[in-house]
Each structure stands twice: as C-alpha cells, then as structure tokens.
C-alpha cells in the first residue's frame, strides 16, 4: 500500500526536527501511527545545479544527435560551442574561442554531477526549514488526523494534507505565513 503524507509549515523552532514533527502531531492525536517523518534542510543551490546538469545533458543529446545523424558518414569536423557563462570554469576559456561541443559538454556535466554529490552529502549536516513533511501506511488513518487538525495549529504549525511533490511550489515553502499568503 502506498504512503500517504501530511505537510507541516510555519514550524516553530523547537519543532524543526524529525522527533519534533513526530510531537507536534502527537499533541493533537496521541495515537497516531506515522510511518516516518522528515524535516525539511536547506538545500541552498542544489536545484539550480540539478537544472543546469538537465540543460547540459539536453545539449549534449541534441549535439550528439546531429553529428551521429548519419553514423557511416560522420563529418570531417566536430561539432563546435561556446562555453557557458555559468561555468565556474568559464574565465579560463580563450575569449571568444570555441570549443568540442562534445568534450565541453561531457566534461561539464561531469563536473556538475560532481558539485551535486558533494551537495547532497552535506544536507543532513546543513539548518533546518520551517516545513516537513509525515507520511502514513493507512488513507483512512491520515484524512482522521486532518480532519482532527482541520482547526488545531499545535505551537503554531500548520498541518495539512501533502499535495504531490510536482504541486508544491517549493521556493515558498520556507517563507512565513504572511508572506506565503501575500504572494
């Protein structure tokens, strides 16, 4: 059976962990049986590195695509690019000069898939957001505990029902309640 979540926001600072998520709900029903619950960390820059990796791939295959068109007659030149701007690399790049389309891109997205997994190992080690996020084994036992904190905000927070992960507009997740309602 599929997990069911719940989301909290506007979490109060003693709450931001995952056994203050698991208490904050236990204020408002005791007997709950969560199957795991998880604080949100601040993952500063790793969506754009995640984007730039996807952009840098999707060029690649659209290069690629163009000089393998016709694989028994390959072209007598490779095909050619001029460097990102978003490349840390980028200052050390001849101006104005461009480079393999082919090794620029392999060796750039290498890189990124590099930053990604140094990034994605210091997460656990990096603060604590204002939101997380419980789920449940049981849909009957998690639309009882909404509607249980339909109109409760233990210490604050709010409790609700998890949209899908494609629903949720992630940069305002971690902004307060009234500036979250303003936009």
């Not at 210091?122 to 419980?134: E, I, L, N, W």
């Not at 789920?135 to 604050?156: F, L, M, Q, V, W």
């Not at 409790?159 to 307060?176: E, G, H, Q, Y």
Request: aromatic letters at 6%; glycine letters at 4%; hydrophobic letters at 35%.
């Amino acid at each position: 059976m599929a997990n069911v979540a719940r989301q909290l926001y506007d979490l109060p600072k003693q709450g931001r962990s995952d056994e203050g998520i698991a208490r904050l709900i236990d204020q408002v029903v005791p007997n709950s049986s969560f199957a795991r619950t998880v604080v949100a960390r601040n993952v500063k820059d790793l969506p754009d590195l995640i984007e730039e990796h996807g952009k840098a791939v999707r060029k690649l295959e659209k290069v690629l695509a163009k000089y393998l068109k016709n694989p028994a007659q390959l072209p007598a030149a490779r095909p050619s690019c001029k460097p990102s701007k978003k490349d840390r690399a980028f200052a050390s790049y001849p101006k104005g000069q461009k480079l393999d389309a082919i090794d620029y891109y392999t060796q750039r997205i290498r890189e990124l898939e590099l930053e990604i997994k140094e990034v994605r190992a210091s997460v656990d080690k990096r603060g604590t957001m204002p939101y997380g996020f419980a789920s449940y084994s049981d849909i009957a036992e998690t639309h009882n505990i909404a509607y249980a904190c339909r109109k409760k905000k233990p210490h604050g927070a709010t409790v609700t029902l998890a949209p899908r992960p494609v629903d949720v507009i992630w940069k305002n997740m971690p902004l307060s309640s009234a500036t979250r309602s303003r936009r």
